[in-house]
């Protein structure tokens, strides 16, 4: 435990039952990587290279965007969060190439040369805030938070003034704060919940072009969902001032 009193997490923690596969990755491989409370956030030793930049993803569900922005930019190191067990399980599987119905090898290793540069955090990522330390981060992805639409859970909604603190903390100044959401009223919320944060400034430049994917961006299964489903997504950059 990094804090003493323990935040009240609403969303969830699992799902269906974990299969054969990803149950083992979980015993057996996620050790190799997670995050503990011992871990020493030192950019030397941290990835299995030093680093010189670190990226943090906070909820990455499934993981497809973090394991894919991973292997976009192998000398940098990242740190994903998730506390649904099964998303944890999945980036597991899109991380070692282990698929259900594999044999599964005596010692789970990553694909070759792939995602070493990857560290689990499988718990809220409130947890692990004071942990990281100040400026310790280049970018941060908060992408498609859950939107808690009804107005008496609103004080559920991720980018809430504390989250937004610690975030400003870690973060490097000229960092990058990337919010992605379908969600009408999460827009709103965003929008209204970064204007008053005098820590971050808004990179859109014109009208548009937060309406579209920023050029580095990996699609998820969940903003495919969005995009079927006729919901827009917007992409929120905010710039660490
Ligand atoms: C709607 S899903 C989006 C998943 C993913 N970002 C995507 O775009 O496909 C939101 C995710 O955030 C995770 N989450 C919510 N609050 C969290 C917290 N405090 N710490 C870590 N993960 C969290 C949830 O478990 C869930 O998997």
Redesign the pocket.
Known sequence: MFLSDKPK?F???KGRTIRKAKSTLLEAFLPTIKITPETNFNKQTLFVRPVEKVFL??????G??LAGQALNNPETGFIG????QN?VANLLTLITGIKEGDNLPEKITLLPGRNDNIRVWD????LLFSKIPDNFVDKV?V????PWPKKRHASRR?INPDNLKEIARILKKDGILRV?TDHKVYKGWTLRQMAADKNFVWTAKCGNDWKHEPSDWVQ????RKAIREGRRPVFLDYKRV
């Open positions: 997490f969303g969830r923690r993803e906070i909820g990455f569900g499934n497809e965007h969060a998730e506390v649904f998303g718990d809220d990522v409130r992805f992408l498609f938070p859950d991720f992605a998820t299964k969940y903003q």
